[in-house]
T-cell receptor, first 111, second 113 residues
Framework: KQEVTQIPAALSVPEGENLVLNCSFT??????LQWFRQDPGKGLTSLLLIQSSQREQTSGRLNASLDKSSGRSTLYIAASQPGDSATYLCAVRDNNNDMRFGAGTRLTVKP | EAQVTQNPRYLITVTGKKLTVTCSQN?????MSWYRQDPGLGLRQIYYSMNVEVTDKGDVPEGYKVSRKEKRNFPLILESPSPNQTSLYFCASSFGQLTGELFFGEGSRLTVL
């Protein structure tokens, strides 16, 4: 059964810093990996979707990479801003069409 | 605007009183799914549907029912709610059964007394 782990569970950084969030998964037989942002009490907003054949995706200040063979993905946030404060979740879709979520990394960007 | 709409957004009910949480998407997505989110347990899948009249159990289906009579709607039914079903519920949909980007609704916060 696929397991998804996100490290660290929480992260606090000063505004302007570049940061990396990590996601690891146990079974490399995946269809895609998706990064989401969740604000407190709100729904999940899709940030980036990486198909299994892709190595990375970029959107603005966000860059997500995927190394399927090692079971890892990273979300890189450049020049962080207080508005980036949220919980970031990664999710893996496997061959059974199961979507497995990590527990998330709670990010705080201090002004 | 492309969206997944859930109703109600907030509900307080009592044990045993049947309720339905509706979910509708306007993106012509084939795949739809329900999740619950609980502190310390993360997001767990309840049921999903690959297409009309095709539904499957997720990780935590006990106490829930679903139906998919139309492509756009995927209601979640709690026949006899219990306090352990107090949770934040999310509906999601995607185009394509395996590779599509997953879109989420805003969530429905349910409290069962």
């Amino acid at each position: 059964k696929q397991e998804v782990t996100q490290i660290p569970a929480a992260l606090s950084v000063p505004e302007g810093e570049n940061l990396v969030l990590n996601c690891s998964f146990t079974d490399s037989a995946i269809y895609n990996l998706q990064w989401f942002r969740q604000d407190p009490g709100k729904g999940l907003t899709s940030l980036l979707l990486i198909q299994s054949s892709q190595r990375e995706q970029t959107s603005g200040r966000l860059n997500a990479s995927l190394d399927k063979s090692s079971g890892r993905s990273t979300l890189y946030i450049a020049a962080s801003q207080p508005g980036d404060s949220a919980t970031y979740l990664c999710a893996v879709r496997d061959n059974n069409n199961d979507m497995r979520f990590g527990a998330g990394t709670r990010l705080t960007v201090k002004p | 605007e492309a969206q997944v709409t859930q109703n109600p957004r907030y509900l307080i009910t009592v044990t045993g009183k049947k309720l339905t949480v509706t979910c509708s998407q306007n993106m012509n997505h084939e795949y739809m799914s329900w999740y619950r989110q609980d502190p310390g347990l993360g997001l767990r899948q309840i049921y999903y549907s690959m297409n009309v009249e095709v539904t499957d159990k997720g990780d935590v289906p006990e106490g829930y029912k679903v139906s998919r009579k139309e492509k756009r709607n995927f209601p979640l039914i709690l026949e006899s709610p219990s306090p352990n079903q107090t949770s934040l519920y999310f509906c999601a949909s995607s185009f394509g059964q395996l590779t599509g980007e997953l879109f989420f609704g805003e969530g429905s916060r349910l409290t069962v007394l």
